[in-house]
């Protein structure tokens, strides 16, 4: 969404790519200048010196203002080759996740003028971590959605709130704990029927994702769940929702909280981490006091029990979104951020 705007903003972006793919054939059709470098593993030693040379040389060529490394393994990679062309003072990188492990701490030490993050609890995070390095925040966005109904990508039945949740099926995104507090939900007499949109992305948590149809059924939730798996577009799903929850915790931002809002859906998420700089408590969602079952379920309750105050919440949650949140305003803050780094 950022590079949209980037030629009417006046600013000429390249870009290096780790391994080919369709997006680097997509951006070379678009008109940008792309070099793709095949890095191979990062534990392949020779691979990846040999990736930090072949790096400095394009930056060499290119000669450009700002290195941006976009994740923190490519942090791992253009730090050192920004030193070894002689620019290493000109190294932002893109905290996308929570601090902490093993690579972020490398990424953390290579040197930076400056680390993004995406949420001020992302930023808190990194300042704590060594070498203290100085940090700024572009909170993200999301496209306004199209007009107009879209086609309902699977059949739901009638009559009843539906309530969904988005995203890779991993423990730490917490559609177990949904699950369980559909259950307590169903016990205390509130009928629902439970969209789990998302698969096993990439093989990262395959037990945890085959363990889930296994957990509908012990909860007795076979007719009132349906699971998903991957899926291209997650946005029609969405439109078919009543409740969006972000069961994360924690939780970097939650963009998936941004598509929510911006298809006027009710959003309910924890009080941690990115949705708290999102969310207005009761006002625009709904913050759940941990991401526990009976949090949630307490969170959610609220909502099922009142259709009027669950339109309401998604009505002030899209105004937000329109105000603070559509890809446009992103794109202001980013670019206006990484002139301010080159201009000092």
């Not at 893109?94 to 609890?121: E, K, N």
């Not at 915790?249 to 998936?256: A, K």
């Not at 009761?282 to 913050?287: D, E, F, K, Y």
């Amino acid at each position: 969404m950022a590079l949209e705007g980037a030629s009417a903003a006046g600013h000429e972006l390249d870009f290096v790519f780790f391994e080919p793919g369709p997006w680097p054939d997509e951006l070379r059709r678009a008109g940008f200048h792309v070099d793709v470098i095949a890095a191979g593993r990062m534990r392949q030693v020779h691979r990846l010196l040999a990736t930090v040379v072949r790096l400095a040389r394009v930056l060499r060529a290119r000669r450009p203002e700002l290195i941006l490394n976009w994740m923190t393994k490519t942090q791992v990679y253009g730090a050192p080759a920004a030193v070894l062309a002689g620019m290493g003072d000109r190294v932002v990188w893109w905290q996308h996740g929570m601090p902490g492990d093993w690579l972020g701490r490398c990424a953390t030490w290579l040197p930076a003028i400056a680390i993004g993050c995406t949420s001020s609890t992302v930023a808190r995070a990194q300042a704590h971590q060594f070498p203290a390095r100085a940090t700024f925040v572009v909170a993200a966005g999301a496209r306004v959605p199209p007009d107009g109904a879209q086609r309902k990508p699977v059949d739901l039945p009638p009559g009843v709130p539906v309530v969904g949740i988005v995203g890779r099926l991993q423990p730490w995104k917490g559609q177990d704990r949904l699950l369980r507090a559909h259950a307590l939900l169903r016990e205390r007499g509130h009928a629902l029927h439970m969209l789990v949109v998302g698969g096993d992305a990439y093989g990262l948590s395959s037990e945890y994702a085959t363990s889930l149809p296994a957990l509908v059924a012990q909860l007795g939730l076979t007719d009132a769940v349906t699971l998903t798996g991957q899926v291209p577009d997650a946005g029609p799903y969405v439109e078919q929702m009543d409740i969006l929850v972000n069961a994360s915790d924690p939780e970097p931002f939650g963009l998936v909280l941004l598509e929510g809002m911006a298809r006027g859906v009710a959003v309910v998420a924890v009080n941690s981490g990115g949705p708290t700089e999102i969310i207005e408590d009761r006002h625009t969602g709904v913050l759940a006091r941990s991401g526990e079952p009976s949090a949630l379920a307490d969170a959610l309750q609220e909502l099922l029990a009142s259709p009027p105050r669950r339109l309401a919440i998604a009505q002030a949650g899209k105004e937000r979104f329109m105000r603070d949140f559509t890809d446009l305003a992103m794109r202001r803050r980013f670019f206006d951020q990484l002139e301010r780094l080159v201009t000092g």
